[in-house]
C-alpha cells in the first residue's frame, strides 16, 4: 500500500555524480597548492595594501593620482559592491581623462553575472569613450578585448562563452596577474548560471571557479575574490565545507562592503551554522542600512536579501518573535518608500517590496500559524501574493489543507473519507519545475484529506523525483517546504516511523539541521520506540532552539521528553 523503502531510497536519493566533483576539487586544491601556474605578481605601483576593501594588485597605465580610485573599483568589484565601484571608476576617469582601463572598469560594474543583471548600454556607453589614441600595454589591450566580447553582440549565453574563452586565455599568458585569474573565475560563475536544467555542468564550471580562486587564496589570503568567489563557488550542500575558511575570513577581508558581511551567510546557511549565519545576515542588514542612511542613498538600495535571509535563519531558531519583528520592519520601509518610487535604481530592478512574499510564506510554514495565511499582509496597495502570484496561492492553498488535516486529525485517520472528496489541484501546462512541485505537493494534501492515501504516496513520489532534478539549494529553500519534509510528516500521520525517517535524513541532506527535520527524526525515532535516538534528535533540536521562544509547543515536547527520559 505504501512506499517500500527499497523504492523510497531511489526517490529520494541525492544525484551520485555530485561526490565525484569533490574529487576534482580536491585534486585542483593540490595542484594549486604546489604552486600551479599561479605567481605572485613582482612589487608595483598598482598595489592596494589590506584595507576595508582587501588587498589587491593590479598595475596599469593610468596615472598614479587616478591609480589608487581605480583599485577601490576593482577591489568594490569583487564584492559586487556595483554602486561604490562605478563611483570610484569615475573619479579615477576625472583625474586622468585617458585611462582607458578605468572605462574597463566601469563597462564591468554593469555586468552582475551572479545576479543574472546588465546594463548593455551603460556598458558600451562607458567603452565608447576609451581614447582611440590611448596607449596601452598588450596586457590592457586583452583585457579590453575580453569585456569588448562581453558587451558584443550576440545573446548572453554567446557572450558570456566568449568572453570566458578570453579571459581564459589572458590568465593563461599572465599566470602572476591574479586579477586575470579572478575575473576568469567570475565568467565561469557566470556560465553556470545559465545551466540550471543541467546541474552537471552547472557544477562543473563553479567547482573550476572554486579551484581557481583557492590558488589565489593561497597566495593572498586578504584577496577579496579569493574568499568571495570560492563561497560562490561551493555555495551548495556537498561542497560548503570546502569553503568554510574564505567564510570565516571574508568579512574581515572587505569590512566596508556590506555585501561581504552578508556572504559567509551562504556557507554557515548551507552547513547549518545557524549562530553564525544570523550574525553574518545581521551585519550585512545593518551595514546596508548605514551605507544607504550615510549617502542618502534610495531606500531599495538596501540589501534586503539579507533581511529575508536574517528572517529565515531566526525561523530555523524557533526565534519567531523576532522573526515577525523582520517583517513588520520590512513592512515600515515598505510604508516609508514613496508611490512614486522607482522600480529601477540605476537600471537595475530594486523595489523595497522585493523579497516580502518569501519572508511571509516562510514566516507561515515555519510557524505553521496556518490561519496567518487568510491575512492580506497588505501594506498600501502591496499585499502577500503581488510580488510571487504561485507562491503566495501555493502557500495559501497549503494552509488550508493543513488546517484541515490539523483540525480533523483523528477523523482522517481512523475513518479515512469522511469529509467530502474534492478533485486535486491542477497543473498548470508549460509550469516550472518548482509550480509542478507545488501542485504535487497540494494534491498529496487534498487527496489525504480523500483518504486515498496509495495516490497520496504516488504524488510525494512524483515530487521527490522532480525535486531531485533541481539544482542543489543555495540559501533558504525555494520551495518553501521540502517535500521529503512534508512526507516525513504525512508518514508519522500514517504511523509509518521507519520510513518517515528515512525522508528527514533525505532533507536533512539538502537542508543540514533544518529544524523540522530534526524535530521529525526525533518524533520517528519516539514512535520506533528507540529511546537513545530521540534523545539524540530532540538534544539536537534543542541545541538549534537554544535561543527560541519560550513557551512554543515543540519546546517543551523536546524537554519533556528529555527530563522523562533522564538517567538517575
Known amino acids: 500500500m505504501f512506499m517500500t523503502r527499497k523504492s523510497l531510497s531511489r526517490a529520494g536519493k541525492p544525484s551520485p555524480r555530485l561526490p565525484r566533483f569533490l574529487i576534482v576539487v580536491l585534486a585542483c586544491m593540490s595542484y594549486l597548492s ?23 594588485e593590479f598595475p596599469t597605465s593610468g596615472t598614479a593620482e587616478a591609480q589608487p580610485h581605480f583599485l577601490r573599483g576593482v577591489a568594490a568589484l569583487h564584492s559586487f559592491w556595483y554602486e561604490e565601484a562605478l563611483e570610484a571608476f569615475r573619479r579615477a576617469t576625472t583625474i586622468d581623462p585617458n585611462f582607458a582601463m578605468a572605462y574597463w572598469g566601469e563597462a564591468l560594474a554593469h555586468n552582475h553575472p551572479i545576479w543574472k543583471e546588465e546594463n548593455m548600454e551603460a556598458a558600451r556607453a562607458a567603452l565608447q569613450q576609451i581614447s582611440v589614441n590611448a596607449t596601452l600595454t598588450d596586457r590592457e589591450r586583452r583585457y579590453l578585448d575580453a569585456v569588448q566580447s562581453l558587451f558584443g553582440e550576440g545573446d548572453k549565453l554567446t557572450r558570456d562563452r566568449a568572453y570566458t574563452a578570453h579571459m581564459e586565455s589572458l590568465a593563461g599568458h599572465f599566470p602572476e596577474d591574479l586579477e586575470a585569474t579572478c575575473l576568469y573565475a567570475l565568467s565561469l560563475l557566470g556560465l553556470a548560471t545559465h545551466y540550471d536544467h543541467q546541474p552537471t555542468l552547472q557544477q562543473k564550471y563553479r567547482v573550476q571557479a572554486g579551484a581557481l580562486t583557492l590558488g589565489v587564496y593561497g597566495i593572498n589570503p586578504n584577496h577579496p575574490c579569493a574568499a568571495h568567489y570560492t563561497i560562490h563557488a561551493f555555495d551548495d550542500p556537498v561542497h560548503a565545507i570546502l569553503a568554510l575558511p574564505q567564510a570565516r575570513r571574508y568579512a574581515s577581508i572587505a569590512p566596508e562592503a556590506h555585501h561581504a558581511q552578508h556572504m559567509p551567510a551562504h556557507i554557515f546557511l548551507q552547513l547549518g551554522m545557524w549562530e553564525e549565519a544570523a550574525a553574518s545576515n545581521k551585519a550585512g542588514w545593518e551595514h546596508s542600512q548605514a551605507w544607504v542612511r550615510d549617502k542618502q542613498l534610495p531606500l531599495a538600495l538596501q540589501d534586503y536579501h539579507s533581511l529575508a535571509w536574517l528572517h529565515y535563519t531566526y525561523l530555523q531558531q524557533g526565534r519567531y518573535n523576532a522573526a515577525a519583528a523582520l517583517i513588520l520592519e520590512k513592512q515600515q520601509d515598505m510604508a516609508q518608500a514613496s508611490d512614486t518610487a522607482p522600480s529601477e535604481v540605476q537600471g537595475y530592478p530594486r523595489t523595497v517590496s522585493r523579497n516580502y512574499d518569501h519572508m511571509v510564506a516562510a514566516y507561515i510554514m515555519e510557524t505553521e500559524r496556518w490561519d496567518q495565511a487568510k491575512q492580506e499582509w497588505q501594506v498600501k496597495e502591496h499585499r502577500f501574493g503581488d510580488e510571487s502570484p504561485e507562491k503566495g496561492a501555493y502557500v495559501r ?111 536533512l541532506l539538502w537542508h543540514p539541521n533544518r529544524a523540522r527535520s530534526v524535530l521529525g527524526l526525533a518524533r520517528s525515532a519516539a514512535q520506533l520506540g528507540h529511546i537513545q535516538a530521540t534523545r539524540q534528535a530532540y538534544a539536537a533540536f534543542l541545541n538549534i532552539w537554544q535561543h527560541a521562544d519560550q513557551g512554543l509547543p515543540e519546546l517543551k515536547e523536546a524537554q519533556q521528553f528529555l527530563q522523562e527520559t533522564s538517567q538517575p
Open 34 to 56: 604546489l604552486g600551479g601556474t599561479l605567481q605572485a605578481w613582482p612589487s608595483s605601483p598598482g598595489t592596494a595594501p589590506t584595507g576595508p576593501l582587501g588587498s589587491i
Open 397 to 507: 492553498k497549503f494552509s488550508e489543507l493543513m488546517g484541515a488535516i490539523r483540525n480533523q486529525g483523528l477523523v482522517l485517520r481512523i475513518h479515512p473519507g469522511m469529509v467530502p472528496s474534492e478533485p486535486e489541484p491542477p497543473i498548470k501546462e508549460g509550469a516550472s519545475t518548482t509550480s509542478k512541485i507545488w501542485a504535487l505537493q497540494l494534491r498529496a494534501l487534498q487527496q489525504f484529506i480523500n483518504g486515498k492515501f496509495p495516490r497520496v504516496m504516488e504524488l510525494l513520489n512524483q515530487a521527490v523525483e522532480l525535486e531531485a532534478s533541481l539544482p542543489p539549494p543555495s540559501g533558504p529553500p525555494d520551495l518553501v517546504k521540502p517535500t521529503h519534509e512534508l512526507y516525513g510528516e504525512i508518514l508519522l500521520f500514517l504511523d509509518q516511523p521507519e520510513d518517515a525517517r528515512q525522508h528527514f535524513e533525505q532533507a
